[in-house]
T-cell receptor, first 114, second 118 residues
Framework: AQSVTQPDIHITVSEGASLELRCNYS??????LFWYVQSPGQGLQLLLK??????LVQGIKGFEAEFKRSQSSFNLRKPSVHWSDAAEYFC????????????FGQGTRLTINP | DTGVSQDPRHKITKRGQNVTFRCDPI?????LYWYRQTLGQGPEFLTY????????KSRLLSDRFSAERPKGSFSTLEIQRTEQGDSAMYLC????????????????FGAGSRLTVL
C-alpha cells in the first residue's frame, strides 16, 4: 500500500546540536517530496521540496533534505538547531500518477533542550 | 496577496449544531484543498476542487459534510449535525495546477479553523 512513514514520533535535542528527521515512502514511482513545519496552533509552512535533479535540496531556516532513491527516503537535516525550531515536522508526498493530493506522514514533534 | 485565509479561526459549538468554515485561496490558484487534522496526527485529505469542480472526496467526508466552491474562488466547508468526533483543525490549502508544471504540486496552507464540539 502507498504510504509515508515518519518513524520518530518525538525527538529531543539540545540547542546547537545537529538534527535529522527521518521519512520513508512507499510508492511505485518516486513522488514529489516535501517537508512542512507546524508551530502550535498554526498552519503548515513549506520548508523545502524535491521534484528532480540534485538529491540534496536546501530549504528555509537552514534546513536541508537528501533524497535517496535506493532507500525510498527523504530525511530532513539541520547542522545546528535553535530553540525556535521546536515544532511539529511533517513529511509529505504528492504522487506523480493517480491521486492529485498531498499525503502526509504522522509527524515528528521536535523539542529543544536549552 | 495575503496568502490563504480561513475563517473563523476558532469555533466552539454544541453537538448537533451546524457549522460552516470559509476559505479564501491565493487569488491566482485554481486548486483548493480541504484537510482535517486531529491532535498528534498528520493532516488527512478531505476533498479538493479544480476551479468550481469538486474532483475528489475522501471516505472521511461523510454525508454530514459538504464543500462548495461556487465561483471557483472561495470555498465553504459545512458540517451538519456535528458530533464530538468532528472536533479537529480544518485546514485549507491552494495551488496552481498547470498541466505538468511541477509548481502545480506546491500547496500553500492557511492557518486553519479549529472546531471544538461540546
Amino acid at each position: 500500500a502507498q504510504s509515508v512513514t515518519q518513524p520518530d514520533i518525538h525527538i529531543t535535542v539540545s540547542e546547537g546540536a545537529s538534527l535529522e528527521l527521518r521519512c520513508n515512502y512507499s510508492y511505485g514511482a518516486t513522488p514529489y517530496l516535501f517537508w512542512y513545519v507546524q508551530s502550535p496552533g498554526q498552519g503548515l509552512q513549506l520548508l523545502l521540496k524535491y521534484f528532480s535533479g540534485d538529491t540534496l535540496v536546501q530549504g528555509i531556516k537552514g534546513f536541508e533534505a537528501e533524497f535517496k532513491r535506493s532507500q525510498s527516503s527523504f530525511n530532513l537535516r539541520k547542522p545546528s538547531v535553535h530553540w525556535s525550531d521546536a515544532a511539529e515536522y511533517f513529511c509529505a508526498v504528492f504522487p506523480i500518477q493517480g491521486a492529485q493530493k498531498l499525503v502526509f506522514g504522522q509527524g515528528t514533534r521536535l523539542t529543544i533542550n536549552p | 496577496d495575503t496568502g490563504v485565509s480561513q475563517d473563523p479561526r476558532h469555533k466552539i459549538t454544541k453537538r448537533g449544531q451546524n457549522v460552516t468554515f470559509r476559505c479564501d485561496p491565493i487569488s491566482e490558484h485554481n486548486r483548493l484543498y480541504w484537510y482535517r487534522q486531529t491532535l498528534g496526527q498528520g493532516p488527512e485529505f478531505l476533498t479538493y476542487f479544480q476551479n468550481e469542480a469538486q474532483l475528489e472526496k475522501s471516505r472521511l467526508l461523510s454525508d454530514r459534510f459538504s464543500a462548495e466552491r461556487p465561483k471557483g474562488s472561495f470555498s465553504t466547508l459545512e458540517i451538519q449535525r456535528t458530533e464530538q468526533g468532528d472536533s479537529a483543525m480544518y485546514l485549507c490549502a491552494s495551488s496552481l495546477a498547470a498541466g505538468l508544471d511541477s509548481g502545480a504540486n506546491v500547496l500553500t496552507f492557511g492557518a486553519g479553523s479549529r472546531l471544538t464540539v461540546l
